[in-house]
């Protein structure tokens, strides 16, 4: 999409904080952190959110997955916990119409998610 900020990094159009990348995932550091790790996983491939994951993307689907295991693991936070969100569509806060995961850690976090 040519509009999509996210696209625009994968090209290298917009610098990012990179911490992980292969041919079908990037990870990098969310510029406006909400935890002391905040990571955004997302697929290379342009998927606006969860409802246009098609089965066809069930194996991009478990690579995200995947990743987010692998950088837990490399980050250290497996032991001590990290939370995954996702978000699908303007009410539930998605600002950017491409699939992300934000990965954050480092604090104790509680039950709550949003304020």
Do not use: W
Request: proline fraction near 5%; hydrophobic fraction near 40%; include cysteine.
């Amino acid at each position: 999409m040519d509009d999509c900020i996210f696209c625009k990094i994968i090209q290298g159009k917009i610098p990012s904080e990179k911490v992980y990348e292969d041919n079908e995932v990037l990870a990098f550091k969310d510029i406006q952190p909400a935890a002391p790790i905040h990571i955004l996983v997302i697929p290379k491939k342009h998927i606006e959110n969860i409802l246009e994951v098609s089965p066809k993307d069930s194996d991009l689907i478990v690579k995200i997955f995947q990743t987010i295991n692998k950088l837990a693991k490399d980050l250290g936070v497996e032991k001590d916990g990290f939370r995954i969100i996702t978000n699908c569509g303007r009410d539930s806060g998605q600002e950017v119409m491409h699939l992300h995961f934000h990965l954050l850690a480092g604090k104790k976090m509680g039950p709550k998610i949003v304020s």
